[in-house]
Structure formats: C-alpha cells, structure tokens
T-cell receptor
Framework: GEDVEQSLFLSVREGDSSVINCTYT??????LYWYKQEPGAGLQLLTY???NMDMKQDQRLTVLLNKKDKHLSLRIADTQTGDSAIYFC????????????WGLGTSLAVNP | NAGVTQTPKFQVLKTGQSMTLQCAQD?????MSWYRQDPGMGLRLIHY???????DQGEVPNGYNVSRSTTEDFPLRLLSAAPSQTSVYFC????????????FGSGTRLTVV
C-alpha cells in the first residue's frame, strides 16, 4: 500500500543547513507537502511541490523532488533555533479524495 | 479570519463517559477530517467528510462518531471513552480541488482516566 518514510531525528548547529529526507511509494501522487509542528501546536503547511517539478525554492526553504527514486527533501538554509520542530512529509495519494498519506515526522533539534 | 477552531483545548474524562470535540472552519472548505496523534504513531485518520451530509471512515474509526450537517462544523463524538483514546486530536480542512494543503486546528489534548 501507500507509505511515506522519514528519519525520526536530525540535529544541526545554528547557522548550518538542515536537510530532511522523505521517501514515498505512490508514483501517482500529484502533490507532496512539508508541514511543520511546533511543540503544543497544530501542523502548519510549510510548502508543497507539484509532481512534475524537480525543485521549488521559497526564501530559506528548498524542496527537491526525485520522481525516479520517489525521494523528497526539504533543505532549510541558515537554520535557526526557531526552526526546532517536527517536520512531516505527506503525499496526496491516488484519486481526488483529498486524503493525505503522512510520514511519522522528523524531529529537528537546532543547537546553539 | 479564524481558520480552524477546535474546542476544548484540554479535557479529562473518566472511562465510560461520552463527549464531543468541536471543530469549526470559516474558509468554506469542503473537506474536513479528524486525526489523532500519538507518540511514535504519527497522524492517524479517524473520520473525514467531503461535504455536508457525507462522512466516511479513516483508518482508526472505532469508538468515534461524526456528522456533517453544515459545511462549517464537523464534531467528533466519543461514545464511551477508554484509556486507549488518550491522545491529541486534530481537525483539518481543505478545498477539494487543486493543490491546497490542509489547515489544521490547534488540537485538543484528551486524557481518559
């Protein structure tokens, strides 16, 4: 069935770049998403990429999509302590029923 | 623009009690859903709706009921609370078409003792 996998933890130093990786199984996904969850809060949509794109950049965020390997990554440049959060990868899955398939989330720790 | 509003933010229930978690959105989203989030389990879909009068089960529907009488509201009912339902519950909504991601509420932290 459809599945999304992410590594569970990532630790970086403040000012370095962070790269969070995600793999997915459904090749028919139309959109892939990155969400951020800060402690005690709901999930916030960070960015998304359409499946026919290879890259999308939005200020400090760069999303790379390798459709052949079904691999998605989120790069955060100049990582700050405020970027400490859980980052979820999600894919739109098949059909138009709006159900997203979620990864378990990557907990990013930014050390001063 | 309130987005998605969930109430209450915190709740403690005794085993066997029933309650309703409220979710309301003011964005005219057709799609609404309920998730539970547990440590190490990620987000699990409980129920969802693609419009008023239409609901369907997600992956963990047992013990929960939903209804969608209006576009704006999507309450989640716990019929007889059990300790296994201790969790953080999130409501999320979106448009049905296009690339719209979900808008999430801030969550309800439920403890069943």
């Amino acid at each position: 069935g459809e599945d999304v996998e992410q590594s569970l933890f990532l630790s970086v130093r403040e000012g370095d770049s962070s790269v969070i990786n995600c793999t997915y199984t459904d090749s028919s996904s139309t959109y892939l998403y990155w969400y951020k969850q800060e402690p005690g809060a709901g999930l916030q949509l960070l960015t998304y990429i359409f499946s026919n794109m290879d890259m999308k950049q939005d200020q400090r965020l760069t999303v790379l999509l390798n459709k052949k390997d079904k691999h998605l990554s989120l790069r955060i440049a100049d990582t700050q302590t405020g970027d400490s959060a859980i980052y979820f990868c999600a894919e739109s899955g098949a059909g138009n029923n709006r159900k997203l398939i979620w990864g378990l989330g990557t907990s990013l720790a930014v050390n001063p | 623009n309130a987005g998605v509003t969930q109430t209450p933010k915190f709740q403690v229930l005794k085993t066997g009690q029933s309650m309703t978690l409220q979710c309301a959105q003011d964005m005219n989203h057709e799609y609404m859903s309920w998730y539970r989030q547990d440590p190490g389990m990620g987000l699990r879909l409980i129920h969802y709706s693609v419009g008023a009068g239409i609901t369907d089960q997600g992956e963990v529907p047992n013990g929960y009921n939903v209804s969608r009488s209006t576009t704006e509201d999507f309450p989640l009912r716990l019929l007889s609370a059990a300790p296994s339902q201790t969790s953080v519950y999130f409501c999320a909504s979106s448009y049905l078409g296009g690339n719209y991601g979900y808008t999430f509420g801030s969550g309800t932290r439920l403890t069943v003792v």
